[in-house]
């Protein structure tokens, strides 16, 4: 299997289950390793550096983008930027491994355009706004402003569904992990 321009995005509003699937992929398919996002906000409790995200101030995160050391970034609010390392690739690509990235859909949309038929790019459905709303609510990592934003942003990503390879409706997540178990395997025999 030639795994050089292999790599997985998962795409889709905050909350949708993103992060909960790539990790299950993870733990369950060995060829992957999660890439991990830099970004300006400031670490939640009980995250870490490295782990979580790459925590950069906006002045370190601007100067990587005047570098050209970004495969994708976005500034998604005022002031906070999220976006993927082309080093981070590397280091995964240089332990024999394919990478998982959880993105935004404008990140994700970038990233498609530049890998093409090479990467699986899948669109994580909460399978509604309310839905969405109620995990937001039950994460406790944010106020009521806060998730309110993220719910107006959520309804604007969601027409970008049809725009990637796969959408997986995680509405049911034991339902939505077998599933995707099938699709990544069969990008892999490509």
């Known amino acids: 299997m030639n795994i050089d321009n292999k790599l997985v995005v998962f795409c889709g509003p905050s909350g949708a289950g993103k992060s909960t699937i790539a990790q ?44 050209n050391e970004f ?12 976006g993927t390392l082309k080093a981070e690739l590397e280091r995964i690509r240089n332990k024999g491994k394919i990478p998982i990235l959880d993105l935004d859909v404008k990140g994700a949309s970038h990233l498609k355009e530049a890998y093409g038929s090479d990467g699986l790019f899948v ?3 909460p399978g509604s706004i309310d839905i969405l709303a109620e995990r937001l609510k039950k994460r406790g990592t944010e106020d ?10 959520a309804s604007f990503e ?15 997540l034991e339902r939505a992990d077998k599933e995707i178990a099938e699709v990544i395997t069969n990008y892999l025999k490509k």
């Not at 995250?47 to 990587?64: C, P, S």
């Not at 969601?158 to 049911?172: P, R, S, W």
């Open 24 to 67: 299950k992929i993870i733990r369950e398919i060995p060829y992957f390793e999660f890439s991990v996002s830099a970004t300006t906000r400031k670490p939640r409790n009980g995250e870490q550096e490295g782990v979580h995200y790459y925590y950069l101030e906006i002045d370190e995160f601007e100067a990587k983008i005047a570098n």
């Open 71 to 82: 495969l994708e970034y976005e500034q998604v609010y005022e002031g906070l930027y999220y």
């Open 123 to 125: 669109f994580v459905h």
């Open 144 to 153: 009521d402003r806060s998730i309110e934003k993220r719910i107006r942003r």
């Open 158 to 172: 969601l027409e970008y569904a049809n725009k990637f390879d796969y959408v997986l409706h995680n509405d049911i």
